[in-house]
């Protein structure tokens, strides 16, 4: 008879104890919910794009600082043939007469240097941040 009684308080106990896990994970997984809300890659909206014009045998600006997801525009002013072409070849425009553009989207932080494939002192620098 005791022995009954035993048995039907032990699941009773595991219950509450059962009530009690589930609880505490409602609120562990609610805060990791609004924790995975805020972080995301999305581009700030102000991060529409940044155009460099080649003139007079120069990347103007040659220096440019830009935030990760931006897309660089290069534009060729020109009359003579450019390139735009990565140090490290992570991009290239291939030649671009008088007029033409290329466009490379900077997804990754870091300074990338890049150089005219057919005038050696027309360098440039993009700093990613
Ligand atoms: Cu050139």
């Not at 009773?12 to 919910?33: D, E, K, N, P, Q």
Request: glycine residues 12%; neutral net charge.
């Amino acid at each position: 008879m005791s022995g009954f009684q035993k048995k039907s308080k032990k699941p009773a106990a595991y219950v509450i104890c059962l009530f009690m896990v589930i609880i505490s994970t409602w609120g562990v997984s609610c805060s990791s919910y609004s924790d995975t809300g805020t972080t995301g890659t999305t581009p700030p909206a102000g991060a529409a794009g940044t155009e460099v014009t080649m003139q007079g045998q120069a990347f103007r600006p040659a220096t440019l600082t830009v935030t990760a997801g931006t897309m660089v525009t290069w534009r060729n002013n020109d009359g003579v043939t450019h390139t735009v072409t990565a140090d490290d070849g992570s991009f290239d425009s291939g030649s671009l007469s008088g007029g033409d553009n290329f466009s490379h989207t900077f997804a990754v932080k870091g300074t990338f240097t890049y150089h005219c494939g057919f005038h050696p002192t027309m360098t440039g620098k993009v700093i990613v941040q």
